[in-house]
């Protein structure tokens, strides 16, 4: 890893983080090994400290729509163990959703942009040194604070903006957002990507990035192999089922690739869907609970949902969909029961009928492609 100077957005300077694979840490990264640390600069990667310090720093200079160090959180109880969390001011404060029609639409200059953004909100640029990017469509990422932020760390990764690629998943951003995951030491530190219609805010392409310092059961979930050729499960003992991809560490340009035909899929028949990369155990492995050597790619497909849409608790997108869940106001925090969480986020989803349907039309579609290559 080194950070040095460079040219940013519109010519500001900007530092640029440089990795390579070597600086991927894939053993070892389990919850025990997390709760044996009091300090989290003891267990903090480089980029971690890079990146969290840089955060701060942020913070302390007032850049945020407000400030944020730390949230009052409880775990529901029942089996999924929702992370609850109390972020009033999120749900006054964040950049009201702009007004979308289709999830394929295309980029407007007109619209807020992340061209438009305050220089002083961008934390550095990211570039690999040993990857090559699999269309070259970019040759860095910009990382930038979340202005209204659901957590510690929250970030979003940029692909050169310059580009104005609007917000459809490509293979390139999908290889970055698993290897941001593979840079960090933090278990609890996830990416996520919300489509047109799943509550993406702005429509200019970009993940989020944010430390959760809690467990999820979305990590060690039993899933059903749909196609174990391309390691794409189904995520089906969860009450948000959906699709699962994983991988060991290795291969994830195909990874990424093969992610990018399913939400392309789903980009052509116009259905919204959300993304939550973790680290995970593998799907393969029955009765899997603490090792998380690998990292699971979740998609979901679900209902659009355009324009402004303010549920009282809460909105259903990548976060809650993995089961965590920032409330907007403190009686919904103190009182919702995991029955009342799964019986919102189901109006979000598909029928049963609906979804059986969708699992294979999916997977064959997925197969021929392989196959095809």
Known sequence: MEL?????LNGTAVEEYEYSDADFIIPGITWQKRREYTDNQDFLSAFDK???????????????????WSLQTRILPGRVKYVAQLNIE????????QDIR???EKFNSGRFNFSKINSEEILFEMRSVDSMMIKGQHSRTLVV???SPLEFGHVLFIPEPSLCLNQILIPDLALFGMESILLSSHPGFRVGFNSLGGFASVNHLHLHGFYLDEELLIESASCKPLCRDINFYLLADFPAPGFCFYTDGTDLASLAQGLCRATDYFVDRNIAHNIFITRGCDPGHAGCTESREGIRVIIWARKSCFGSKEESAFN????????????KNQEDFNNMTEESVIGIIKEYLFSDEEFTIL?????????SRTLSL
């Open 4 to 8: 040095k100077g460079n040219s940013g």
């Open 50 to 68: 890079a990146m969290r310090i840089k955060w701060a720093d942020k913070m302390e200079q007032g850049l945020f729509r407000y400030p944020l």
């Open 90 to 97: 999120r749900g006054i404060e964040r950049r009201k959703p």
């Open 102 to 104: 289709s999830i394929k």
């Open 145 to 147: 604070i979340n202005v």
């Open 316 to 327: 259903v997108a990548l976060c809650e969909l993995a089961g965590h869940l920032p409330f």
């Open 359 to 367: 699992s294979m039309e999916l997977a064959e579609h997925l197969i």
